[in-house]
């Protein structure tokens, strides 16, 4: 099976409390995968492992077969992995889809026109909507 990530036996602890117990995760490439639990059942704990935010206590992690050290969120990023955080503070003024977007870096290249919003540019290298209508 051609595995796009694969991390396993992932464990993490906060202040000496374990919340990944050994967790094997398997990303298949061009598939959607929906991750569920009750809450505190350690998801978000387990994507900012994925996503460098934080370093695993145990567990290996491989991209496409290669093994891999995720040691901050820039390493990630090399890797091809993003995450979009669960934010309480969207900025209103801002469509759906350019809010997770915000982070882009000024030299990505920006879609044109707001994909929700085709009356809208984005300006800033994709960090903000002006809201001014298309010229021409
Ligand atoms: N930075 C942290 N410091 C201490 N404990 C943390 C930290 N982050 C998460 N935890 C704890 O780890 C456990 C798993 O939390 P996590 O946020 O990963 O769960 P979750 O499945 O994403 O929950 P939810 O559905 O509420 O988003 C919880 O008990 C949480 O309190
Ligand atoms: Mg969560």
Same mark, same amino acid.
């Given at each position: ?49 994925? #996503? ?8 290996? %992690?491989?991209? $496409?077969?290669? =093994? !891999?050290?995720?040691? &901050?969120? #820039? ?8 995450? %979009?955080?669960? $934010?309480?503070? =969207? !900025?209103?003024?801002? &469509?759906? #889809? ?39």
């Amino acid at each position: 099976m051609n595995l796009l990530v694969e991390m396993k036996g992932i464990r993490k602890s906060f202040y000496g409390v374990e919340v990944l117990h050994g967790v094997d995760f398997h990303l298949q490439a061009g598939t959607v995968h929906a991750l569920m639990g009750e809450n505190g059942a350690g998801k978000s704990t387990l994507m900012k492992v994925l #996503a460098g935010v934080h370093k695993c206590d145990a567990g290996e %992690i491989a991209i $496409e077969g290669r =093994p !891999v050290e995720i040691d &901050s969120p #820039a390493k990630a990023r090399e890797l091809g992995i993003a995450m %979009i955080h669960q $934010e309480l503070s =969207p !900025v209103s003024e801002m &469509s759906v #889809a350019e809010n997770p977007a915000i982070c882009w870096p000024r030299s990505t290249s920006a879609p044109p026109s707001s994909p929700t919003c085709p009356g809208r540019r984005w300006s800033g290298g994709g960090r903000s909507c002006c809201g001014a209508p298309p010229a021409g």
